[in-house]
């Protein structure tokens, strides 16, 4: 395939996007976009994210995201992100996102920003104790590392699935190259590590495949980390019926601190159209 736009091979060059007019930006691929058969997910989720942030007060920080893929995204195309600047509060902005090619959005989402403010603390996430281990390379349906900008490793011991052949996908995963340390931009990276892996991965079901294409993603984002260490990835299959399956995700430093949280929705069949 021909991709005149995969042509970086670091994190924070993909996330350099290029402002064309106000409230209008353009962003460039990774080199994985040419092993690809539609670009990667996280990708698009976090320039569309980039985009939205250049547009608000520099004292407010992603907290959430929810976005909707539409339409798979083709690598011999640029994507343009129309932001839309939806409001801006005394300590929350709310923008809406669409990626677009061709005239067609492939992706559209809302995003929320706040400032920095005190408060109570709570962290009732399941976590792994201890921490696992890094392991071997990950692998994807027969391939190795299927994000090149990242480097995506097994979990030491491997999660052992129960009596229902059910396992969580735990997943180490961190930027190959370095990330600058600006929160902006370390927020975009954990968005666009948050598409990696698959809930079902580890799932052995009759008839249920280990994964498929997004339909729609949710990130909460929470404690900053430097996305260029090792990031811990845990998703745990809910739900799965008609052809869709729903897995809940967290994201977490060495030190155990939460970076965010995940939901996702996918397709579970044997084809991919939708």
Request: aromatic share 6%.
């Amino acid at each position: 395939m021909d991709t005149p736009f995969a042509v970086y091979e670091d994190l924070a060059s993909v996330l350099d996007i290029e402002q064309i007019d106000r409230n209008l930006y353009r962003g460039v691929h990774g080199i994985d976009a040419r092993a690809r058969a539609s670009l990667y997910g996280g990708q698009v989720a976090a320039q569309a994210l980039r985009a939205a942030g250049l547009t608000v007060p520099d004292d407010r920080h992603p907290h959430s995201l929810h976005g909707y893929f539409l339409r798979p995204g083709r690598a011999d195309r640029p994507v343009l992100l129309h932001v839309d600047r939806d409001r801006d509060g005394r300590s929350f902005s709310a923008r809406h996102v669409a990626a677009v090619q061709d005239g067609e959005v492939i992706f559209s989402m809302l995003a929320s920003f706040h400032v920095d403010e005190p408060g109570g603390e709570l962290d009732a996430v399941p976590r792994s104790e201890p921490l696992p281990e890094v392991g071997s390379p990950a692998w994807f349906g027969g391939q190795a590392r299927p994000v090149l900008l990242l480097e995506v490793r097994e979990v030491e011991p491997p999660a052992a699935p129960n009596d229902d052949g059910i396992a969580p996908d735990r997943l180490w995963v961190r930027a190959a190259h370095p990330v600058p340390h600006d929160r902006m931009i370390q927020a975009c990276a954990v968005a666009y590590i948050s598409d990696v892996g698959s809930g079902f991965r580890q799932v052995r079901r009759p008839g249920l495949p280990a994964g498929g294409p997004s339909i729609d993603h949710a990130v909460w984002f929470h404690a900053p980390v430097a996305p260029d260490d090792w990031l811990l990835l845990e998703l745990q299959p809910a739900k799965a019926e008609g052809g869709r399956g729903i897995y809940l995700g967290s994201l977490r430093d060495k030190s155990g601190r939460l970076a965010a949280l995940i939901a996702q929705e996918m397709l579970l069949r044997t084809t991919t159209a939708h």
